[in-house]
């Protein structure tokens, strides 16, 4: 133990003094400004940016009215895809390994068995070559697996392993399962390869990559060719985001106004958390928004305000392939999910609103994830355990040791609760 009671008691103080310069009802009244006034629709340089679709309005629904609804959906596919983490070896390579599988409610174990994994690698040893493999067949064509070899680049490497690795498993175990989908399918996370649109702000080197390396094209070509895909079949895709780190609302805002929320998951919670008359947090509903169609941050490549080069191609009107989104919050947890759609579905009220009661229900019952997408992610997830055998492995396979540095030791004996 390094902290003492008078340490903790003067951390406590600052904290104190901090405390009088933050106002949280001032928030609360600046959060229900910023929603009448900024919302419809909210601009960037002289662009509608985020706008609502239909009325714009905040809603409740009782919880246990929510969980007793009756499905909208006769049945549920989950996706996900979940990852060792970037792994940077002493003979240079960098490497990450990415599983992906499909839950389906009710369950399928046939469908539950399949994987598809993927193992993207990253060297600056230009004499080293990668063989990469079309798709390998496992565990008796339940599963398949490849390896990519990712674009060379003088840092990021670990950045562009993780994001190719995590999105080519999952977009293609999403085109290989598509047809047992009937009635909805649900992504966990993003309806599109955040982590790599993002690359398109985040550094030109990496903007560049986007651009011009077909490999990370092609992984956003599937995800474009999978929303075409469910549009033909007339079957729903979403996308159920648990953990938003988005600012893009937040950060248009600002341009205009003061906007002291750290992201937009900040802002929606201060919009739609009721409190008693103690300033107690009410917890007998919950609260959402209309849907908005997003052309902010990540969401402008795809959008009609799409300004980057990257050379996808396209079936649909432009229209039909932008991000539209609500938001729940969960006072029970004091957690905020949005929830995304394709424009091409959302822009059916009725097909809406069957989304939006569906996700309602979910979440009320189950107090988290809707089952289909909490099922993909227990499939999908490689833990703490299996990651450090696959890592072992790997040292084993190419005869060297993983490149450490000195938290590998500061930490190695602390347990940790993951």
Request: proline share 5%; with cysteine.
């Amino acid at each position: 133990m390094t902290l003492d009671p008078v340490h903790f008691d003067g951390i406590a103080q600052l904290a104190g003094r901090i405390r009088k310069g933050v106002d949280a009802t001032d928030h609360r009244d600046f959060a229900t400004t910023v929603w009448e006034e900024f919302l419809d629709p909210l601009y960037a340089d002289g662009t509608p940016v985020i706008e609502p679709l239909g009325d714009q309005r905040r809603r409740l629904i009782d919880l246990e009215d929510a969980a007793l609804m009756e499905s909208r959906f006769p049945t549920q596919h989950g996706l996900d895809s979940g990852t060792i983490n970037p792994t940077t070896f002493k003979n240079g390579l960098v490497i990450d390994v990415a599983q992906a599988a499909m839950a389906a409610v009710p369950s399928d174990l046939e469908l539950h068995r399949g994987r598809t994994i993927v193992s993207t690698v990253h060297s600056n040893d230009a004499t080293v070559a990668v063989g990469e493999d079309d798709w390998v067949p496992f565990d008796r064509g339940y599963g398949r697996g490849r390896i990519m070899q990712a674009p060379r680049v003088d840092r990021y490497e670990q950045t562009v392993v993780h994001a190719l690795a995590l999105y080519l498993a999952e977009s293609s175990h999403a085109t290989l399962n598509a047809e047992v989908v009937e009635d909805l399918l649900i992504l966990d996370g993003p309806i599109y390869p955040t982590g790599l649109l993002k690359w398109t702000d985040q550094d030109p080197t990496l903007a560049e990559l986007l651009v011009e390396d077909e490999r990370p094209r092609d992984v956003v070509q599937n995800y474009v060719d999978l929303v075409e895909t469910f549009v033909e079949r007339d079957v729903p895709v979403a996308g159920f985001v648990k953990s938003s780190s988005s600012k893009a609302l937040t950060r248009a805002v600002r341009r205009q106004t003061n906007a002291p929320w750290v992201n937009d998951a900040a802002f929606f919670e201060t919009l739609l958390r009721r409190t008693d008359d103690d300033g107690e947090t009410r917890t007998d509903a919950l609260t959402f928004t209309n849907w908005f169609r997003s052309r902010a941050g990540a969401d402008r490549v795809l959008s009609t305000r799409g300004d980057c080069e990257i050379d996808i191609e396209r079936e649909l009107d432009d229209e039909a392939y932008e991000v539209t989104f609500f938001v729940v919050y969960d006072p029970r947890e004091e957690l905020v999910y949005r929830v995304e759609a394709p424009s091409a579905f959302t822009e059916d009220p009725d097909l809406r609103e069957d989304l939006t009661m569906q996700v309602l229900s979910d979440v009320a019952a189950r107090k988290g994830p809707p089952m289909a997408v909490e099922k993909a992610d227990e499939l999908a997830r490689i833990s703490r355990q299996e990651k450090g055998a696959l890592e072992r492995q790997l040292e084993e396979t190419f005869e060297t040791g993983q490149q450490r540095v000195y938290d590998d030791v500061r930490w190695d004996s602390v347990e940790t609760p993951f």
